[in-house]
């Protein structure tokens, strides 16, 4: 009899993780769906504003005014995909983030690696420092954003391999990094020409504007070679969310699989930051819904927050050729106003549950 209730027991299990996966695969095709709207909604607005049929046919193919063509896989379709790489690139770096270091407000920025950045291109446009030969001009900022975000995720790499550094540790020293490098930057703006002064500022309130295809591939080819290093720790970064005591129980190599997400979450924020400039609270709120809709196992989580950062960010987008009929606002500008309030009722809603 008791070996008939367990085998009972084992089957009603089996059958509600079954139920339970049914539900996140049905959210996570929902949350692509919505993607997908968002992205032909992107393409159809504009200073040219488009019927989503129209768009939609042109995308396939079909037949419509040689403008429309143009315009769309020529002008919009660049700048609506990068939208879609960087949200979910953003948002899988701080999921990341927050699962390694324990923290629901960690995200690529807390370790500096925005502000990094900034200063990079900063020296380009106010000094013209180039870390490239002079016929790669046109890649001088991008290239010393990245390599300066990079420079600072290693520091922060080899500082933490001292010993008892801390998650704690490690974030105290990224909050650190960012005051360091924007006095760094506020230096340069106060040296700056005007016209200088314009585009560092520009640059930094984030903007897809830039886009070009090449561009777009690479950070697309960058989120498309670390995904699998993710998914290939799922099990492991499941389990470190149980603690890290517990997770070292399993054989996990704590400290090694921390450090190893740190520099490929580095590596992920730095091409993309690189490329876009600054675009804030994709990497903090992006994981908060996946987290909300689907839960910690990163086998549903880490889509989920590649989605739910792409959607926001694409949304984002959106809005910013919506809000001024005629004008297009920095990306940075538009997340940052939709953030805020909405990472504000994020806390509020959380403060009495335990992270």
Not at 95 to 109: D, G, I, K, R
Not at 110 to 122: D, N
Not at 293 to 302: A, M
Request: proline share 4%.
């Amino acid at each position: 009899m008791s070996a008939t209730l367990v085998q009972e027991g084992l089957a009603a299990g089996r059958g509600a993780y079954r139920r339970l996966a049914r539900r996140r695969l049905a959210l996570l095709a929902t949350l692509a769906l919505l993607l997908l709207t968002s992205l032909v909604a992107d393409l159809a607005l504009g200073p040219a504003r488009y019927a989503y049929a129209e768009v939609v046919r042109a995308l396939l193919g079909l037949e419509v005014p040689q403008a429309v063509s143009v315009v769309v896989w020529e002008i919009r379709l660049p700048v609506a995909l990068m939208a879609v790489v960087v949200g979910a690139s953003l948002s899988v770096a701080g999921a990341q983030m927050q699962t390694v270091l324990n923290n629901p407000l960690a995200s690529p920025f807390t370790l500096g690696i925005s502000a990094a950045a900034g200063f990079g291109a900063a020296l380009g446009f106010v000094l013209g420092v180039s870390l490239l030969p002079s016929g790669w001009s046109a890649w001088t900022i991008p290239a010393n954003a990245f390599v300066s975000a990079m420079g600072c995720a290693l520091l922060i790499h080899l500082l933490s391999r001292r010993r008892g550094m801390g998650t704690e540790t490690i974030v105290l020293l990224g909050i650190a990094l960012v005051f360091t490098f924007n006095a760094a930057l506020a230096a340069l703006e106060f040296i700056a020409s005007e016209q200088a002064l314009a585009a560092v500022v520009f640059w930094t309130m984030g903007s897809l504007g830039r886009t070009t295809w090449p561009k777009l591939g690479i950070a697309a080819a960058v989120l498309v070679l670390i995904w699998p290093l993710f998914a290939r720790q799922a099990w492991a970064l499941t389990a470190l969310r149980l603690g890290e005591q517990k997770a070292a129980s399993f054989g996990i190599q704590v400290g090694k699989l921390r450090l190893q997400t740190i520099l490929l979450v580095s590596a992920l924020a730095s091409i993309t930051v690189a490329f876009v400039g600054t675009i804030g609270f994709i990497g903090l709120v992006g994981p908060h819904i996946a987290r909300m809709l689907v839960g910690e196992d990163q086998r549903f989580f880490l889509p989920a927050s590649a989605l739910a950062g792409a959607l926001v960010l694409s949304a984002a987008s959106v809005l910013s050729k919506a809000i001024i009929p005629g004008l297009i606002l920095p990306i940075g500008v538009v997340t940052a106003l939709v953030g805020v309030p909405f990472f504000f009722s994020l806390i509020l809603s959380t403060r009495n549950r335990s992270w």
